[in-house]
């Protein structure tokens, strides 16, 4: 069974950063990518980020250049490092996984906040 958790996240002003990590677990069958979404409340869950297993990286146009994905440096954790934050980047973040036969598991969610 695949476990997503992640962890960070809080609270900051405007312009500020944070992280958030995903620790993934039960992962027999390999994966082909992994990633971030985020949700606002009303709102359908958006896409932020993927790393392939190739090592490739893709971006959501507004969080290009500002949000940085990556494996993290304890194995079987990816990170999601956020600069220059804005309330738009409010949500709650969720990590995944997809397998192979491109079945997608994902985390509870984390909560992040950027308010003034």
């Known amino acids: 069974q695949v476990q997503l958790e992640e962890s960070g996240g809080g609270s900051v002003q405007p312009g500020g950063s944070l992280s958030v990590s995903c620790t993934i677990s039960?992962?027999?069958?390999?994966?082909?990518?992994m990633g971030w979404y985020r949700q606002t409340p009303g709102k359908r869950r958006e896409w932020v980020a993927t790393?392939?297993?190739?090592?490739?990286?893709n971006y959501e146009n507004s969080v290009k250049g500002r949000f940085t994905a990556s494996r993290g440096n304890v194995r079987n954790t990816i990170d999601l490092r956020m600069n220059d934050l804005k309330p738009e980047d409010t949500a709650h973040y969720y990590c995944?996984?997809?397998?192979?036969?491109?079945?997608?598991?994902w985390g509870t969610g984390i909560l992040v906040t950027v308010s003034s």
């Open positions: 995944y996984v997809e397998s192979p036969l491109g079945v997608r598991d």
């Open positions: 790393i392939t297993d190739s090592g490739t990286t």
């Open positions: 039960g992962t027999n069958f390999g994966v082909v990518a």
